[in-house]
């Protein structure tokens, strides 16, 4: 229900809330053809009480946009009572609305109509429009917009709740072209976000108190195609040129969470100097990431068998990119992870190590891969998702090259670091056996492995036994370095297949 009428509903109130400066002379009609178009081209309805115009200024009373979402039954209605568009001697347009309006979501068919209703209210916004019919640029600015729910209805019963969603010093512009209805390309900045969320269970043994504020906010996005998006069918929206770009960063932010499940409580509390969040996808394909700087978490609850639990990090990092459709040559893939100067809680440390067996310094986690790789075909065509399934992964293309470009895990005392890369040849399957043939080496160095393993045996955690054969592996595997308590490790393959450690042939 929100995805549709939040991607594409939402373009409605997008379109009148923005604007821009323009050479050509761009009429009242035209702002609002554009964004009457790119509404109803995805699938909205907009109806208009009355419509006039006096000199350059066309005034549309008591417009009503509805989303109707019929797998479930569910209809999205936002009432404007007033829009005037203005034509200016410098060829733009400026638009106003009402400071607010009512926004209602409708589930007829479900618990004797359920329903939501909110207001949306944005006193003092300033917005203009320019540019030519074909691509309109629109810019805004206000000093607050918010959004309150006024009334639930769930189980077909009135749920006290309180929601409130606002945003402050926002400013900020998008592009609007007739490249596909649902093309659009927006920056926007915002001052401060405050979220509340309060929220009881008719039962009276659930409930959700939740505050939130983040400032420095920065969102950039790109979209093509909204009105062929489709939750159920993402490969069709996206073989049509369906694509999507979100950024969004922030320098500061906080959020407290206490949930009440029958009788159990929880409480969360986290901070952030600074975050982050990249979102892309389209045809070709699908990149993920996520940062963050000097993170707090705060845990307490009935379920958590300490009075607070305290966790800290200076970083905290994870990425994800791969390729979807087919390529002439390889096509760049990575994933990773940084975390860097993780504390726990010194509850933490008494309950694992109650002696003080092992150092507590900072946990650092790094993994840093990238692959290249060639695909066959379109990761979500149907064929190929069969193939995988049937197959395995190596069904969808060809691996060319790994690489490791870093790898460091720190923690009691001790520190594995290592780097590496593999290149395959794709016509040699039979030297290992249903598996591209690699050449290349992995490098490995351990300080203070023989030492943590000396202190899980003496607290029984490790049988001696046990650490003997780990012992022996090691030997195998790994010689000794420079520095005390040191061991490195060289594993090679080579182009005849040969399996070298430490240049002693293993395979």
């Not at 068998?305 to 760049?332: C, E, G, K, V, Y």
Request: charge should be negative; hydrophobic fraction near 45%.
């Amino acid at each position: 229900m929100t995805c549709r009428f939040g991607l594409l509903g939402t373009v409605a109130v997008g379109a009148l809330l923005v604007a821009g400066a323009a050479q050509a002379q761009l009429s009242a009609e035209d702002v609002w053809n554009q964004w009457r178009g790119y509404s109803e081209g995805m699938g909205q309805t907009i109806t208009v009480g009355s419509e006039s115009k006096v000199g350059g200024t066309l005034t549309l009373q008591d417009v009503v946009i509805a989303a109707l979402v019929p797998e479930e039954d569910i209809t999205v209605t936002m009432t404007i009572g007033e829009i005037s568009l203005s034509e200016q001697a410098d060829g733009r347009v400026a638009i106003s609305m009402s400071d607010s309006y009512p926004l209602s979501v409708h589930m007829p068919e479900m618990a004797e109509g359920d329903m939501l209703e909110a207001t949306i209210s944005h006193p003092g916004l300033s917005m203009t429009a320019g540019g030519q019919p074909g691509s309109i640029r629109y810019d805004f600015s206000a000093p607050s917009l918010t959004v309150a729910l006024t009334a639930l209805r769930a189980m077909g019963e009135d749920i006290p709740a309180v929601f409130r969603l606002g945003f402050s010093q926002m400013s900020g512009n998008y592009l609007m072209s007739d490249e596909g209805i649902g093309s659009i390309v927006s920056e926007t900045d915002i001052g401060a976000v405050e979220a509340v969320v309060q929220f009881e269970d008719p039962s009276g043994f659930s409930s959700v108190d939740l505050n939130a504020s983040f400032a420095g906010i920065s969102a950039s996005s790109r979209a093509t195609g909204f009105d062929l998006f489709d939750p159920e069918d993402i490969g069709n929206a996206l073989r049509n040129g369906f694509s999507f770009m979100f950024h969004l960063s922030s320098q500061k932010s906080s959020v407290n969470v206490e949930v009440v499940d029958w009788g159990d409580e929880t409480r969360i509390s986290t901070t952030a100097a600074e975050a982050g969040l990249r979102i892309e996808l389209s045809r070709d394909l699908v990149a993920y990431s996520t940062n963050s700087r000097d993170v707090a978490i705060s845990l307490a609850g009935d379920e958590i068998p300490f009075p607070t639990l305290d966790i800290s990090m200076a970083r905290n990092d994870l990425w994800l990119s791969l390729p979807l459709s087919a390529t002439d040559a390889p096509a760049q893939s990575s994933v990773g992870l940084r975390i860097e100067d993780l504390v726990l809680d010194p509850e933490v440390w008494e309950m694992v190590d109650p002696f003080g067996a092992f150092p507590r310094d900072p946990i650092t986690a790094i993994a840093d891969l990238t692959a290249e790789v060639q695909l066959s075909g379109n990761v979500y065509d149907d064929d190929m998702m069969f193939a995988m399934m049937m197959f395995g992964p190596m069904a969808l293309g060809e691996l060319s090259m790994v690489e490791l470009r870093e790898l460091r895990l720190s923690a009691v005392g001790a520190e594995l670091t290592g780097d590496g890369r593999f290149t395959f040849d794709n016509n040699d399957m039979e030297t290992f056996p249903g598996f591209p043939r690699p050449t290349g080496a992995l490098n490995l160095r351990l300080l203070g492995g023989n030492t943590l393993l000396d202190k899980l045996i003496d607290m029984g955690i490790v049988p001696a036994d046990e650490a003997m054969g780990m012992r022996m592996m090691l030997g195998l595997f790994a010689r000794p370095g420079p520095g005390e308590d040191e061991l490195t490790s060289t594993l090679e393959v080579r182009e005849d297949g040969a399996v070298l450690a430490n240049g002693q042939r293993i395979q």
